[in-house]
């Protein structure tokens, strides 16, 4: 299974989301998981390679790649049983090598926040995505969420992105999230991340598992 974590904005939470889905794919639902580094500042490569110096224990497997390898990968890896492939997208739209990866997607994750400059990326790579892959599960996740910010846009937003997919619960802006690693995520997050990952992966990933 394939599961694309994206937004052509820089700075949405891509990155961060893949860690979190990869530590709770692996520590709370015992899956198997391979992320493909594709952002051009291989921030999570950069992580795990830092662990392993640190000598953790890795939870899984991060591998740098660039989007000409993807249909390569992808073969080796579906070759594994339950394997779940998160692939953490380049921040822009502008290379035809993406497009192999939109159409082997199973499902969609897409960080963004209620600011207008990043709600209109974020329709954008959707748009784009769903010309390519008209099947796959589009999920929008709300990030940073400040709790002290009024979103007057906010249901507008949300009527739009429901166009494509579905809005999932929220995440908060939180510092402790800067605390994510390859190799775990801090106990005091959990509360707050439980809901959006237990809803994703009950209604959009179990399916597989049992397949």
């Not at 998981?33 to 110096?53: G, H, N, R």
């Not at 707050?192 to 179990?206: F, K």
Request: aromatic share 10%; hydrophobic share 45%.
């Amino acid at each position: 299974m394939v599961i694309l974590i994206g937004n052509q904005k820089g700075g949405a939470g891509k990155s961060t989301i893949t860690l979190l889905f990869a530590n709770y794919l692996t520590g709370v639902r015992g899956r198997r998981v391979t992320i493909l580094d594709m952002d051009y500042q291989q921030s999570l490569y950069s992580k795990a390679e830092k662990a392993k110096i640190l000598e953790n224990q890795p939870l899984y497997e991060v591998v740098s790649a660039e989007l000409k390898s993807f249909p390569s990968l992808h073969r080796a890896l579906s070759s594994r049983p339950g394997e779940l492939i998160l692939i953490d997208l380049p921040g822009k739209m502008d290379d035809d090598g993406l497009l192999p990866l939109f159409a082997a997607a199973d499902v969609i994750l897409c960080p963004f926040s209620y600011d207008e400059f990043s709600v209109d990326s974020t329709v954008l790579f959707a748009m784009v995505l769903r010309k390519v892959n008209a099947r796959a599960p589009f999920i929008f996740i709300p990030n940073r969420i400040k709790s002290t910010v009024r979103y007057e846009t906010k249901s507008e937003v949300e009527k739009v992105m429901q166009q494509f997919g579905v809005v999932a619960p929220a995440l908060a802006d939180r510092v402790d999230f800067q605390r994510i690693s390859t190799f775990q995520t801090p106990l005091i997050l959990y509360p707050v991340v439980l809901p959006l990952l237990d809803l994703v992966y009950e209604q959009y990933l179990a399916w597989e598992e049992q397949t």
